[in-house]
């Protein structure tokens, strides 16, 4: 049984930094892409970054370019977001998923879920 455990997330004041984690069992973890998502009060579900199985892939939202960095080590079966300068726009619960393919940013495309990590940026 997959199994995607988010963690790291917390009341962060703008323009600062965190990391999240998920950490992944119950999967071959290099062989699956991995995302982040997030999801805003009021508003739908939203993708954020993936990155391919190997770690030299990825892709992101344009909001979070040059702000968030999707990285993976795949010896710990754990992926991370690292993000800066986080802004008020940022807060919301975000997700780790993980699918069996190449990278996508489409929700559906992500059989694997985990239950979340709130961040909240304090202005």
């Known amino acids: 049984q997959v199994r995607l455990v988010e963690s790291g997330g917390g009341l962060v004041p703008a323009g600062d930094s965190l990391r999240l984690s998920c950490a992944a069992s119950?999967?071959?973890?290099?062989?699956?892409?991995m995302g982040w998502f997030r999801q805003a009060p009021g508003k739908e579900r939203e993708f954020v970054a993936a990155?391919?199985?190997?770690?030299?892939?990825?892709k992101y939202e344009d909001s979070v370019k040059g702000r968030f960095t999707i990285s993976r080590d795949n010896a710990k079966n754990t992926v991370y977001l690292q993000m800066s300068t986080v802004r008020s726009g940022d807060t919301a619960v975000y997700y780790c998923?993980?699918?069996?393919?190449?990278?996508?940013?489409?929700?559906?495309?992500?059989?694997?879920w985990g239950q979340g990590t709130q961040v909240t940026v304090s202005s």
């Open positions: 998923a993980a699918r069996p393919s190449a990278l996508a940013a489409t929700i559906n495309q992500y059989p694997h």
């Open positions: 990155i391919g199985w190997g770690g030299t892939s990825s």
């Open positions: 119950g999967l071959t973890f290099s062989s699956y892409t």
